[in-house]
């Protein structure tokens, strides 16, 4: 059973450029969440989409944006970036997006993202 | 403001003696805590989670242990092996339709098995 894919494992950016990254879920999953990690304010949940639908957000600008597409792949997008955006973006997914009390969500390898 | 807290960044302990990794945390709507490992350049893997109604779960060599009056879980892994040395976060979520698919972590403790 293949896991959670993300691509590109590694990008480059310039200041003010926009990116964007891919999440492709583990099969049969419709929720897929995305998470920014850097060193230092660590794992930060950035949101959620079930059934191609925003569910839940968080605190970043709305320069983060994302979509789901009705086959359950997700993308996020950063335009204007900042050098803080430098981070490893991870995906995770699961079945429902009910609490995983049983097996927790599963994450991809992420992608690390470099602004210079 | 940081709701759940590992206080320790690092741990090492000798191969086949127990390893206990600490967490607080200072939301008490949190209702389900898990623990993930993760090794470098790749993604956080799912180990063990609890309920807030229960106490203490169990898998293998993954023990964690909840205590809500102290808003303090641990997880201890019991006999620690080399390849359990990682990077382990706690996380929590407060469940509920409005909560989906968000966990929150805190910052990680690298742990180190020496064999």
């Known amino acids: 059973k293949a896991g959670v894919t993300q691509t590109p494992r590694y990008l480059i950016k310039t200041r003010g450029q926009q990116v964007t990254l891919s999440c492709s879920p583990i099969s049969g999953h419709r929720s897929v969440s995305w998470y920014q990690q850097t060193p230092g304010q660590g794992l930060q949940f950035l949101f959620e989409?079930?059934?191609?639908?925003?569910?839940n957000k968080g605190n970043f600008p709305g320069r983060f944006s994302g979509r789901q597409f009705s086959n359950s792949r997700s993308e996020m997008n950063v335009s204007t970036l900042e050098l803080g955006d430098s981070a490893l973006y991870l995906c995770?997914?699961?079945?429902?997006?009910?609490?995983?009390?049983?097996?927790?969500?599963?994450f991809g390898s992420g992608t690390r993202l470099t602004v210079v | 403001d940081q709701q759940v807290k590992q206080n320790s960044p690092s741990l090492s302990v000798q191969e086949g003696r127990i390893s206990i990794l600490n967490c607080d945390y200072t939301n008490s709507m949190f209702d389900y805590f898990l623990w993930y490992k993760k090794y470098p350049a790749e993604g956080p893997t799912f180990l063990i989670s609890i309920s807030s109604i229960k106490d203490k779960n169990e898998d293998g060599r993954f023990t964690v242990f909840l205590n809500k009056s102290a808003k303090h879980l641990s997880l201890h892994i019991v006999p620690s092996q080399p390849g359990d040395s990682a990077v382990y976060f706690c996380?929590?979520?407060?469940?509920?339709?409005?909560?989906?698919?968000?966990?929150?972590f805190g910052q990680g403790t690298t742990l180190q098995v020496k064999p």
């Open positions: 995770a997914s699961s079945p429902f997006g009910a609490t995983p009390l049983y097996y927790g969500y599963t």
């Open positions: 996380a929590a979520t407060p469940g509920g339709s409005g909560n989906t698919g968000k966990l929150i």
């Open positions: 989409y079930f059934s191609e639908t925003q569910r």
